[in-house]
């Protein structure tokens, strides 16, 4: 026998149920939590905010022009992100833009993303890294060169004087260094590169006696990179691909023992990580010919300023390195 209820009765029943179902007791979430940008990875160890950093790096607000502690500041040293560490841009890259805001043409490789905003009129710029808010990125004003102004709120990064950078060194020899600086100084998380001279004994050679072959130095470029954004092992893929490591005193069209493919290696963990890329190689069939040497037996010696971002000074590409994958 079914029990009939009158309609009132249903309608009482329901307006309780949904009263019961709004007196439940809800669980805040925290501030850390629920702000935090959403690519912060568990892995990624990040820095305690005050309150005004947090509305800025996390909730995306813009301190006041002109009020910033690095809008007139000329250290010289890099910019960090304040919420995880990791480098983003150098004081080489600032320039004054009158805008109220430090101001800089270009990021660490990597180090930085573009996001348009919503309503498409501006590009929001954030810590690859972490995600935190860093400010917006425009072009088309026509300041530097460049013609890129990265618009940032100081509150958003630390300064860290050149002498306590937190890097890494790395030092690749791979033929010609114009081309290999040309494609590591583009490569994730470097600081810095410099096209010099190393593995041989004499004392500040010039490329005149390098190239006599009487001084035993391979044309080498010397990488400072952050640690936190990339690692030496990501960097020797690189170095492997942008060469032919099969060759011997030379590479393409340039012939000559400063033209070898050389790693000199900082530590015993550099060391392993490139042994560990030779064996997939030449597991793959290739005859490596890469030497290895502890950097430590040898003195890197910065090369003539005129051969320093060759390509880059001269608006042309690489003519004897390119990159093929290989890993």
Not at 38 to 61: F, G, H, M
Not at 76 to 96: M, N
Not at 173 to 190: I, P
Request: with cysteine.
């Amino acid at each position: 026998m079914k029990t009939k209820f009158p309609v009132w009765f249903s309608f009482l029943f329901f307006l309780t149920a949904m009263s019961s179902n709004a007196q439940q007791p809800q669980q805040p979430a925290s501030p850390d939590a629920s702000d935090a940008p959403a690519s912060a990875s568990a892995q990624i160890k990040t820095n305690p905010l005050t309150p005004d950093e947090q509305d800025v790096i996390l909730r995306k607000a813009t301190e006041r022009p002109f009020t910033g502690k690095y809008y007139k500041f000329n250290g010289k040293g890099v910019y960090t992100c304040k919420y995880c560490g990791a480098i983003l841009f150098r004081s080489t890259d600032k320039f004054d833009s009158e805008c109220g805001w430090p101001s800089f043409d270009a990021a660490i490789p990597g180090a930085v993303k573009q996001t348009p905003d919503a309503d498409g009129r501006r590009t929001e710029i954030t810590c690859a890294r972490c995600g935190g808010h860093l400010g917006h990125v425009f072009t088309g004003e026509h300041f530097t060169p460049r013609d890129t102004r990265y618009c940032v709120n100081s509150i958003s990064m630390n300064f860290v004087a050149a002498d306590k950078m937190k890097v890494e060194k790395a030092w690749f020899a791979a033929g010609c260094f114009w081309g290999v600086q040309y494609f590591l100084e583009r490569a994730k998380g470097v600081v810095t590169t410099t096209a010099g001279y190393m593995g041989g004994k004499t004392k500040k050679p010039t490329y005149k006696e390098v190239c006599s072959h009487a001084t035993g130095h391979a044309e080498t470029v010397e990488v400072v990179y952050d640690p936190l954004q990339t690692s030496f092992e990501e960097l020797a893929k690189l170095f492997f691909e942008i060469h032919d490591p099969t060759q011997v005193d030379r590479q393409g069209p340039d012939i000559g023992d400063q033209y070898r493919g050389e790693i000199f290696y900082a530590d015993d963990a550099q060391k392993a990580a490139a042994e560990k890329l030779i064996q997939i190689l030449e597991a793959k069939g290739m005859k490596v010919a890469t030497k290895l040497d502890s950097a430590t037996a040898f003195t890197f010696w910065k090369a003539e300023d005129y051969h320093q971002f060759y390509y880059d000074k001269n608006g042309k590409q690489p003519y004897c390195h390119f990159r093929t994958q290989r890993f």
